[in-house]
């Protein structure tokens, strides 16, 4: 098991302990310890979650700076569809491409043309013969690193192609290669301009056994203000989209669903929202569907905490683009019926049981009861003053040896006044 390479970190010196993240936090990965947060890198998923609640700014993502493309000499990038909603009064999103290339790239290849390619091939999977469905979509690395930790019987289910983000990144490089044969493959270089930190340790860790085509990402955020001065010198853009609604559709939740024409399906955001539909896939209490989309983040992609608009406007943004947008400008031939082997991945998520208490049954069975008795003995107000977001995690935490049961805050309170009620009761009441 190789270690996983992380794109959420916390700064210590912004944080106060103040317990927000610890409480919202969807895989229990953060406890506070000495009045600092701590976050367990083993059941983080890079949701992002922590950077959005944390009054502090503690919590950040670790991004590339666009300056990390100088060491290529051919320079590609992806800009993610989220991108388009940012900007207010756009019209045509000519503009934002020919601002990237004013920014010095040589080539950008429209991540929203490679989801019409996924939307197209996925309509084709779904038809194919012996796949388990419901089929979840893998678009979301937050969500299939979740699927991973949580919910490995689940993992069947996930849909076989790699996400649009890939597919943009392995034909900008074919086509590079194939128009400047001139240039070395390490010479050429692919940057994503991503919305979350998910998305940048999925460029960091691969997928299963996948290695990721794309070399560096840039945050929106880190890239907005530059983009705008660039995009203010464009008079006439070039002609460069190769996109339509389809496309620009999947930033928001139920984009990628829809491009499916098929009415069975479900589309779920926010973390906690996809955990709920995720323990109703697997314990069987959802009704038969064909295809369910699900986004860590509110509103999909366009709630990313690397993008610098409100969701909700930059959601009304992109469907005023959409308008005048053809469906589809990558439909595939009416012959085509099979899915090219670049478009899967071959190797499932490993399974990394975060809840696993020991490799050894005996012995997980006798600290599981101990949890148990823990738990029965503390006041359930999962308050968080303890330093774990709930009772159950402070009782898993004292029985593994990180906490001590005295850290109960209340359990002390009812402890420290039987000690005084007892002394009184001996006479000795301080007077």
């Known amino acids: 098991m190789?270690?996983?390479?992380?794109?959420?970190?916390?700064?210590?010196?912004?944080?106060?302990?103040?317990?927000?993240?610890?409480?919202?936090?969807?895989?229990?990965?953060?406890?506070?310890?000495?009045?600092?947060?701590?976050?367990?890198?083993?059941?983080?998923?890079?949701?992002g979650e922590c950077i959005r609640v944390c009054p502090h700014k503690a919590k950040k993502a670790v991004c590339?700076?666009?300056?990390?493309?100088?060491?290529?000499?051919?320079?590609?990038?992806?800009?993610?569809?989220?991108?388009?909603?940012?900007?207010?009064?756009?019209?045509?999103?000519?503009?934002?491409?020919?601002?990237?290339?004013?920014?010095?790239?040589?080539?950008?290849?429209?991540?929203?043309?490679?989801?019409?390619?996924?939307?197209?091939?996925t309509r084709l999977y779904l038809n194919t013969e012996g796949v388990k469905k419901p089929v979840i979509s893998s678009a979301c690395p937050a969500v299939t690193r979740l699927i991973a930790l949580r919910f490995p019987s689940l993992k069947d289910n996930l849909l076989r192609m790699l996400p649009p983000m890939e597919i943009a990144a392995g034909l900008a490089r074919e086509k590079a290669e194939r128009e400047h044969p001139e240039l070395k493959p390490e010479e050429i270089g692919v940057c994503f301009i991503s919305p979350c930190p998910a998305k940048a340790s999925y460029v960091k860790n691969g997928f299963a056994s996948y290695k990721s085509r794309v070399d560096v990402v840039v945050s929106i955020s880190d890239l907005?203000?530059?983009?705008?001065?660039?995009?203010?010198?464009?008079?006439?853009?070039?002609?460069?989209?190769?996109?339509?609604?389809?496309?620009?559709?999947?930033?928001?939740?139920?984009?990628?669903?829809?491009?499916?024409?098929?009415?069975?399906?479900?589309?779920?955001?926010?973390?906690?929202?996809?955990i709920h539909v995720l323990d109703q896939i697997e314990n069987g209490n959802i009704p038969p569907l064909e295809f369910i989309e699900l986004n860590a983040c509110t509103g999909g992609c366009v709630g990313g905490v690397l993008t610098m608009q409100n969701p909700y406007i930059a959601k009304s943004r992109l469907q005023i683009l959409r308008r005048y947008l053809p469906v589809s400008q990558n439909l595939l031939p009416t012959s085509e019926q099979y899915i090219p082997e670049g478009y899967f991945f071959n190797d499932d998520p490993e399974y990394q049981p975060i809840s696993q208490l020991s490799s050894s049954m005996a012995e997980s069975m006798r600290m599981l009861a101990d949890i148990q008795a823990l738990r029965g003995r503390l006041p359930g107000l999962d308050c968080g003053s303890c330093g774990a977001p709930t009772c159950r995690a402070f009782a898993e935490d004292v029985v593994k040896g990180t906490a001590k049961e005295s850290d109960c805050i209340l359990t002390m309170r009812d402890t420290l006044r039987a000690y005084l009620e007892s002394q009184k009761e001996d006479g000795h009441d301080g007077a």
């Open 2 to 47: 190789h270690s996983y390479v992380h794109s959420v970190f916390l700064d210590e010196q912004k944080c106060t302990g103040c317990t927000t993240c610890l409480r919202h936090c969807p895989t229990e990965a953060i406890r506070i310890r000495n009045g600092k947060a701590e976050i367990n890198e083993a059941r983080c998923i890079d949701c």
């Open 64 to 121: 590339n700076k666009l300056d990390a493309m100088d060491r290529f000499r051919y320079k590609i990038a992806l800009p993610a569809p989220t991108l388009y909603g940012q900007f207010d009064n756009l019209d045509d999103v000519d503009y934002v491409l020919t601002g990237l290339k004013r920014l010095g790239f040589d080539e950008v290849f429209e991540v929203s043309k490679a989801a019409e390619l996924v939307s197209a091939y």
């Open 224 to 274: 907005y203000f530059q983009l705008i001065n660039s995009m203010s010198h464009t008079e006439q853009p070039e002609t460069l989209s190769d996109s339509g609604m389809i496309g620009i559709g999947w930033s928001s939740s139920g984009g990628e669903a829809t491009a499916l024409f098929n009415d069975s399906y479900l589309a779920a955001d926010g973390i906690d929202n996809v």
